[in-house]
């Protein structure tokens, strides 16, 4: 089966390792990925070529939308894929699900990943798009449920082509490990510091001003305390502007992208997570995985935990409650004793990538009979 995956950027975050995590597993169920790319550089690049999957760059859809779409009709004529899975943040641009139509491909793929998105001129483009959805797309994933309504109508979500997709996850690789917990804290000089950890690009939905307040309580609380930022994106010198000013340059570590972020987990206390918004955060799951204490905005669905080491709390509650639910992290310590009950709990909802990948294979496949059916 042939899969062209559309959505990815340059940047790894939450789209790109979900399609990743499902891409090694299915390419052992003979599953091939190939990959649309608007961007110079894809996240994973390497790897995927070094997988046997091809990477298609093309024009920006979002700024000459119709040579965008010349080219995708182009390479699916070419290629004749049975799926496009076209991963979503909104509908703000619905050309890849237009062009893969037009192209007549078997399966067409929409996938929420998103709750809600930042911009007057992205929801207006989203309103109008939304009601197009159906006319394109055969079958409908989300993450979450709350994804799934922001994306799709009701009657979609309540529909028999609906599916929630779970962002799965390779459970030995997060597992707590003590040996590389003591690895990394030393490789970072962390090696006695009470350590607060952040993963997500710096961009206005992931409200890193508010982290750092909220930091800045608990590095009043505890001397020891250190900040891990890990990310890029175009509002990261703004976040550095707000550690110079509230004084915290010394506690403060901007980690960049990092190809290692399984390991980075063992050697935090605490993973705090301020959003105004998500579909289902792969990294609230990586954290939980690790067994990290988590304390999350409860602008973020409840479906995402599946742990007992998840507080949820209000953007609206003070910095001081923030930092006490932070500081509660010293009685959550990770154990490797822990991990077999981590893994049972994923397992028992869905979210280890061996069921998960059969799950959605499956889905292509029904949908690729229903389609040879219906022209019988």
């Given at each position: 089966?042939?899969?062209?995956?559309?959505?990815m950027?340059?940047?790894?975050?939450?789209?790109?390792?979900?399609?990743?995590?499902?891409?090694?597993?299915?390419?052992?169920?003979?599953?091939?990925?190939?990959?649309?790319?608007?961007?110079?550089q894809?996240a994973?690049?390497?790897?995927?070529?070094?997988?046997?999957?091809?990477?298609?760059?093309?024009?920006?859809a979002?700024?000459?939308p119709?040579a965008?779409?010349?080219?995708?009709?182009?390479?699916?004529?070419?290629?004749?894929?049975?799926v496009?899975?076209?991963n979503m943040?909104?509908?703000a641009?619905i050309?890849?699900?237009?062009a893969?139509?037009?192209?007549?491909?078997?399966?067409?793929?929409?996938?929420?990943?998103?709750s809600s998105?930042?911009?007057?001129?992205?929801?207006?483009?989203?309103?109008?798009?939304?009601?197009?959805?159906?006319?394109?797309?055969?079958?409908?994933?989300?993450?979450?449920?709350?994804a799934?309504?922001?994306?799709?109508?009701?009657?979609i979500?309540?529909?028999?082509?609906?599916?929630l997709?779970?962002?799965?996850?390779?459970m030995?690789?997060?597992?707590?490990?003590?040996?590389?917990?003591?690895?990394?804290?030393?490789?970072?000089?962390?090696?006695?510091?009470?350590v607060?950890?952040?993963?997500?690009?710096?961009?206005?939905?992931?409200?890193?001003?508010f982290?750092?307040?909220?930091?800045q309580?608990?590095?009043?609380?505890?001397?020891?305390?250190?900040?891990?930022?890990?990310?890029?994106g175009?509002?990261?010198?703004?976040?550095?502007?707000?550690?110079?000013?509230?004084?915290?340059?010394?506690?403060?570590r901007?980690?960049?992208?990092?190809?290692?972020?399984?390991?980075?987990?063992?050697?935090?206390?605490?993973?705090?997570?301020?959003?105004?918004?998500?579909?289902?955060?792969?990294?609230?799951?990586?954290?939980?995985?690790s067994?990290?204490?988590?304390?999350?905005?409860?602008?973020?669905?409840?479906?995402?935990?599946?742990?007992?080491?998840?507080?949820?709390?209000?953007?609206e509650?003070?910095?001081?409650k923030?930092?006490?639910?932070?500081?509660a992290?010293?009685?959550?310590?990770?154990?490797?004793?822990?991990?077999?009950?981590?893994k049972?709990?994923?397992?028992?909802?869905?979210?280890?990538?061996?069921?998960?990948?059969?799950?959605?294979?499956s889905?292509?496949?029904?949908?690729?009979?229903?389609?040879?059916?219906?022209r019988?």
């Amino acid at each position: 089966m042939k899969v062209l995956q559309v959505g990815m950027s340059y940047n790894p975050g939450g789209i790109e390792s979900f399609v990743m995590t499902y891409y090694r597993q299915m390419r052992k169920m003979g599953v091939q990925f190939d990959f649309i790319s608007m961007f110079p550089q894809l996240a994973y690049e390497k790897e995927i070529l070094s997988l046997g999957g091809r990477v298609f760059h093309t024009t920006d859809a979002r700024k000459h939308p119709m040579a965008f779409q010349k080219e995708m009709i182009q390479i699916l004529k070419k290629e004749h894929y049975d799926v496009v899975h076209v991963n979503m943040l909104s509908a703000a641009n619905i050309v890849p699900l237009l062009a893969a139509k037009q192209s007549n491909v078997p399966i067409i793929a929409a996938h929420s990943h998103n709750s809600s998105t930042p911009g007057l001129l992205r929801n207006i483009l989203h309103r109008v798009n939304k009601s197009l959805i159906p006319r394109t797309a055969s079958v409908y994933f989300a993450c979450s449920e709350v994804a799934g309504h922001w994306l799709f109508s009701e009657k979609i979500v309540k529909g028999n082509a609906f599916h929630l997709i779970h962002n799965a996850l390779c459970m030995e690789k997060f597992l707590f490990s003590e040996s590389v917990r003591k690895e990394v804290r030393a490789e970072l000089h962390l090696d006695g510091k009470f350590v607060v950890g952040h993963v997500g690009r710096f961009e206005e939905q992931k409200n890193h001003l508010f982290l750092i307040e909220v930091f800045q309580k608990v590095a009043e609380a505890r001397k020891d305390a250190v900040l891990l930022l890990i990310g890029d994106g175009e509002l990261q010198e703004k976040a550095r502007q707000k550690v110079k000013d509230c004084h915290l340059e010394e506690k403060v570590r901007f980690l960049g992208i990092r190809k290692d972020v399984d390991r980075l987990w063992k050697a935090m206390d605490v993973f705090v997570f301020p959003s105004l918004f998500e579909g289902l955060p792969i990294v609230a799951l990586e954290a939980q995985a690790s067994g990290i204490y988590s304390v999350m905005a409860d602008t973020i669905t409840k479906e995402v935990k599946l742990t007992d080491h998840v507080e949820f709390l209000s953007l609206e509650a003070t910095k001081e409650k923030w930092r006490d639910c932070i500081l509660a992290a010293e009685k959550h310590k990770q154990k490797e004793a822990y991990n077999s009950a981590i893994k049972r709990q994923f397992c028992e909802a869905g979210y280890d990538i061996e069921s998960a990948a059969q799950t959605l294979l499956s889905y292509y496949e029904s949908g690729k009979k229903e389609r040879e059916n219906g022209r019988n």
